[in-house]
């Protein structure tokens, strides 16, 4: 059986749903869109599936291309996330639209003759919302900034903090997690103060093994809107600026810090 390709139609329709499922979920999860980040996605998704297509003979090649190279690539070009935990959920929640959109087309034109496309489109966008919002109730839990005031024996510092469910460091010595903070922040309490500096082992992506330095204050106030927390003798780790990815803080606070 011979199928003849509208090269033209193709493009059209897939470029389109692309546009619309990244729309969709960029609006589900908050996310700042740029439109010509937008259609950038869309074009590369579907060129990159067009050209797979005409190019491969072997179907399960083709579906592996476009599901493990062409559509986190376009995700990525709409949305430009760094975090891999983001960008995870935006791949879900697009990829919901995705198959929700399609599944609605074919639906509603194979069997609904074209006469149920629009409730189709409101049941996928309330499945897809329901989806964002549980997705966007973890990626608060688990990336929170919040307001934080230092307290030292000579006063008290205000900086902002991230909430930060990755980092779980633990001081060997004194058994209380570790924030790290930027150097700039506190280096010049730490000199006025003559506040005692000890090494902590730690590891990470990009440094199995290494030692940082690290300071204990008088206490921590995390500053939330439903409730504060105060702890008492934090242990800070005392980091470089461009250790940070996210200008908007200071801080990066421990997992173990605050509670549900």
């Given at each position: 059986m ?9 493009f059209?329709?897939?470029?389109t749903?692309?546009s ?6 960029g609006?589900?999860?908050k ?26 003979k ?8 476009v599901?493990?190279l ?26 919901l ?8 087309m074919t ?10 496309f ?11 919302a329901l989806a ?12 929170t ?16 903090g ?7 460091l633990m ?9 790290i ?19 902590i ?13 690290a ?10 809107k ?20 996210d200008?908007?803080c200071d801080?990066?606070?421990n ?6």
């Amino acid at each position: 059986m011979k199928y003849e390709l509208y090269a033209d139609i193709w493009f059209l329709t897939n470029f389109t749903m692309d546009s619309i499922a990244l729309l969709i979920a960029g609006k589900l999860m908050k996310q700042r869109i740029q439109m010509g980040r937008l259609l950038l996605g869309g074009v590369v998704g579907t060129g990159g599936s067009m050209v797979l297509f005409l190019g491969l003979k072997d179907y399960g090649w083709y579906q592996f291309g476009v599901h493990f190279l062409v559509n986190p690539l376009m995700i990525y070009l709409c949305y430009r996330s760094r975090k891999w935990k983001e960008f995870l959920g935006q791949w879900i929640i697009t990829y919901l639209a995705f198959i929700l959109l399609g599944g609605m087309m074919t639906w509603s034109v194979q069997i609904g003759k074209g006469r149920h496309f629009l409730f189709s489109l409101a049941g996928a966008f309330v499945f897809l919302a329901l989806a964002g919002s549980i997705l966007g109730h973890f990626k608060k839990r688990s990336e929170t900034i919040y307001d934080l005031l230092l307290v030292t024996r000579e006063g008290n510092i205000s900086v902002k903090g991230f909430y930060d469910t990755g980092n779980l460091l633990m001081d060997p010595l004194v058994k209380q997690p570790v924030h790290i903070i930027k150097k700039e922040i506190l280096w010049e309490q730490i000199q006025k103060e003559h506040l005692p500096v000890r090494l902590i082992p730690f590891h990470s992506l990009g440094q199995e093994n290494g030692m940082l330095e690290a300071v204990t204050l008088e206490g921590m106030y995390i500053l939330g809107k439903d409730r504060s927390i105060y702890l008492e003798k934090p242990v800070f780790g005392i980091a470089e600026e461009k250790l940070f990815q996210d200008d908007r803080c200071d801080v990066i606070l421990n997992g173990k810090s605050v509670g549900p």
